[in-house]
């Protein structure tokens, strides 16, 4: 029967999962597979299994429940293993790579940081910034079919916008980089230009977020930030 894999951890973690169940229709029974100084956290896949809110939120519950009391290398959802012995065939072999992991992850935690700017404000700092920008912006203004300068306006005002945003998005990482073990930055998006994840010690979590509230305070409204976590390392495995 196939076994759907939710962490890896040392032997030796507490395991506490009285109370929680898994992925399925009914809720599957949780169990572990042990082998040598490793750990995986498994229970019986169901057939047909779907990226549902109910097994969403069970995989994420497992995971919280595990990364609250030690060292956790979080499956993405909807990993899969043939049986529970091919579960522990993988912990054998890559035996080595899982322990270099977990010992990086040992007392850490992860932490996203995402950051968007309000538009009307980024475009106002440019026209007031950009000689160019604000005599193309007269020259459409005077001249609404003036189809040349509209288009070199959106290319300069796009072109800005991304310098800008990606100049600051560099300025917030530097600024919280320092509170962190790793950091890795992710793809920009249409709503946000800043999504990093900090891999942060346990113990520093709070000052962590004293810094991301701190940063946030000093760029002022126009700016809006969302921390999320503790999470899943998943950005540092």
Known sequence: ?????????PA?????LDGLSGVGPDG???RVVTEQ??????STAPEGLRAKRRDLVAHDAVLQTLMSAGAVLPMQFGLVGPDDSSVGEALRENRTAYLERLDELDG?????VKVSRDEDDLLREIIANDQEVQR????TRRDPA???AKVRLGELLSHQARVRQERTAADVVDALAGGAVKVSVSQPTAKHFLSASFL???DRAAAFSQAVHEDAERRGEAYSYHLHGPLPAYSFV
Do not use: K
Not at 136 to 139: A, K
């Open 12 to 16: 030796d973690h507490p395991l506490e």
């Open 28 to 30: 599957s029974e949780l």
């Open 108 to 112: 850490r935690l992860e932490y996203n």
């Open 200 to 202: 942060v010690e346990r």
């Open 37 to 42: 100084d490793l750990a995986a956290v498994v």
């Open 146 to 148: 003036a189809h040349d």
């Open 136 to 139: 193309l912006n007269e020259t």
């Open 1 to 9: 029967m196939s076994s759907y894999v939710y962490a890896i951890t």
